[in-house]
Nanobody, 125 residues
Framework: QVQLVESGGGLVQAGGSLRLSCVAS????????MGWFRQAPGKEREFVAA????????TYTDSVKGRFTISRDNAKITVYLQMNSLKPEDTALYYC??????????????????WGQGTQVTVSS
């Protein structure tokens, strides 16, 4: 079993920044992709960003390109999401997720087997 724990959420004014972290523990895994998703009240969970094991392949949803940066430190089994120029529409519960399969990191919820409990990001206008 794999456990994921997110941290770094909070309340920030529009234009501000936050850095989310997600630490994985439990079963030893190799070559897994990691992703960030978010869910606003009354909306479905949506893809934000994903990164391959090596970090060579990264994908973003269009609405965060140029503002968010995903990265990972495999030695620390941690993935990060640096969020800059935050907007009120970025307000959501942010989840990290792990896909234990080899291949290109994917942007669909169903591709990920393990999920964290979420960390709240609130952006005030």
């Amino acid at each position: 079993q794999v456990q994921l724990v997110e941290s770094g959420g909070g309340l920030v004014q529009a234009g501000g920044s936050l850095r989310l972290s997600c630490v994985a523990s439990g079963r030893t895994l190799r070559s897994y992709a990691m992703g960030w998703f978010r869910q606003a009240p009354g909306k479905e969970r949506e893809f934000v960003a994903a990164i391959s094991w090596s970090g060579a392949t990264i994908t973003y949803t269009d609405s965060v390109k140029g503002r968010f940066t995903i990265s990972r430190d495999n030695a620390k089994i941690t993935v990060y999401l640096q969020m800059n120029s935050l907007k009120p529409e970025d307000t959501a519960l942010y989840y990290c997720a792990l896909d234990p399969r080899l291949g290109t990191p994917r942007s669909v919820v169903s591709a990920y087997d393990y999920w964290g409990q979420g960390t709240q990001v609130t952006v005030s206008s």
